[in-house]
């Protein structure tokens, strides 16, 4: 079935139909709303669904607003959010360097939070007592100070220790001779340290800090430091 025309609410026929602006006109009834020039496929515009010529097309208007409080702070919210200043503060501060930030209470108290715990910072002072001249002394076992067994017994299953190396000041104070098992094998990285495998016994363990100890290999008589992760108790 034939449409029908868009102007005239004629039937269309296909020898003189045109489809444009979702619509059916004839050719003939193609114009301009204003002043009625007969217009085609080129040369038309369309405003609402309906043709206009180019001299007649309806312009658009813009209105103005005054700025209400509601607007200004629209605008402002706007501004802030803005990347264009964003940018600008970057580029304006680009290559004027860091700022010095200063020392509060609360970071004085994290770095020496953290001076505190550092391996590194253990091991220079140990370094710097070692340069200072303080005589080594061998932890003293408060198991065997307690008694005093007679002379002639003293040399059974009697291993002399190995005097350690770490100073008086860094040994670490005494305990009641704690006994711990090897769970990994562990080379010594330093001179004050010990090395041992999994499954050693440890004995004479004093503690030191939450990350290493002092103690004595039962199997090659060695003693020094030692990770305490490295260890379980027996």
Same mark, same amino acid.
């Given at each position: 079935m034939n449409p029908l025309c868009s102007r005239c609410n004629l039937v269309v026929y296909p020898t003189?139909? @045109?489809?444009?602006l979702d619509k059916y006109w004839h050719k003939g009834c193609f114009s301009c709303e204003v002043c009625k020039m007969t217009l085609n496929m080129k040369n038309y515009k369309g405003f609402e669904k309906r043709p206009y010529c180019n001299a007649h097309y309806p312009k658009t208007n813009f209105t103005c607003v005054a700025d209400t409080p509601e607007n200004l702070r629209l605008k402002q919210q706007s501004k802030m959010q803005s990347q264009v200043l964003y940018r600008e503060d970057f580029e304006k501060n680009k290559g004027k360097g860091f700022h010095v @930030?200063?020392?509060t209470p609360e970071l004085q108290r994290i770095k020496k939070s953290q001076d505190q715990i550092s391996n590194i910072k253990y091991h220079e002072e140990f370094e710097k007592r070692k340069m200072g001249g303080e005589a080594p002394q061998p932890p003293s076992n408060p198991s065997s100070a307690a008694y005093q067994p007679p002379a002639a017994s003293q040399n059974y299953n009697y291993e002399p220790a190995a005097e350690p190396v770490r100073p008086a000041a860094a040994a670490p104070p005494?305990?009641?001779?704690?006994?711990y098992r090897a769970v990994y094998d562990y080379s010594a990285a330093d001179e004050d340290e010990v090395s041992f495998v999994d499954g050693d016994v440890i004995v004479d363990v004093q503690q030191i800090d939450e990350g290493w100890m002092y103690g004595r290999v039962e199997r090659t008589g060695q003693q020094g430091m030692l990770p305490a992760n490295y260890v379980e108790a027996i």
């Open positions: 003189e139909k @045109v489809n444009c @930030v200063t020392d005494p305990s009641a001779g704690k006994r």
